[in-house]
């Protein structure tokens, strides 16, 4: 993809592995200076951000749990003091677990809740408030929602959410020229996927999907590059599903 971000400024939080390291090093190829959020991976964050750097691009690392709104704020500003603007926000963020309704405890619940949507909300509040105008917000959701799988109660509610805040938020920025989608991955190969599973299960899901397999982290980093271009204009308040067929 041949679309320049250059003088634009990424947040993309959860970004030390995974698909948000993949999306962070996309972003940074494509011109953007990135803010390279982290919880707890601080030395893998920041080497995403010297990859970045590396290349002649812009970046830095930043510890913020976005559980905590005084930590999303102190985010922004970061980003703002860094590179004096935010043109994109990427809210990947998140975890799972997979336990039937029956046996999730209130701590359990309280918790996937507190960083899968109350973090991609406050930060939903921050770019509303300081976003450039003409920026684009992406949610990273999950193609689970269209499933019934059992054992995913929890982490698919949360993602239901961050559904419907994606088509709000877009309605309310749309007069600023801000597009929010969310972008719906199927199984990815990650270690988070991948953990707890035999790669008989892994097969499986695989097997799902239309193309038979399941999905690199740069399927997804580059739906989310086309949906930051200046040819998705015209796209908002939608839920991409980039899953190879896996869920319709």
Not at 179 to 193: E, I, K
């Amino acid at each position: 993809m041949g679309t320049s971000l250059e003088n634009q400024t990424a947040i993309v939080t959860g970004a030390s592995r995974g698909i948000g390291r993949a999306i962070a090093l996309k972003l940074g190829s494509l011109g953007a200076a990135v803010v390279v959020n982290y919880a707890n991976s601080a030395p893998q964050a920041e080497a995403v951000a010297a990859s970045i750097r590396e290349t002649g691009g812009r970046a830095v690392s930043v510890q913020a749990d976005v559980r905590r709104v005084s930590e999303i704020e102190a985010l922004f500003d970061r980003a703002l003091a860094e590179f004096g603007r935010v043109n994109i926000l990427v809210n990947n963020a998140g975890k799972g677990f997979y336990k039937k309704v029956a046996d999730v405890s209130e701590a359990e619940f309280d918790d996937i809740f507190a960083l899968n949507v109350k973090g991609l909300f406050f930060a939903c509040q921050q770019a509303a408030i300081r976003l450039a105008d003409g920026g684009k917000v992406i949610n990273i959701s999950s193609s689970v929602t269209k499933l019934m799988l059992p054992a995913y109660g929890p982490y698919a509610a949360t993602k239901g959410a961050v559904e419907q805040i994606t088509r709000v938020l877009a309605k309310e920025l749309g007069p600023r020229g801000i597009s929010v989608n969310a972008v719906s991955p199927g199984p990815v190969d990650t270690d988070l996927f991948r953990t707890g599973k035999t790669e008989e299960q892994v097969r499986q899901m695989a097997g799902m999907a239309a193309f038979g397999r399941i999905g690199g982290v740069e399927d997804i980093a580059d739906v989310v590059a086309l949906l930051v271009s200046d040819g998705a204009g015209w796209i908002t308040g939608q839920n991409i599903c980039v899953n190879g067929g896996f869920a319709a």
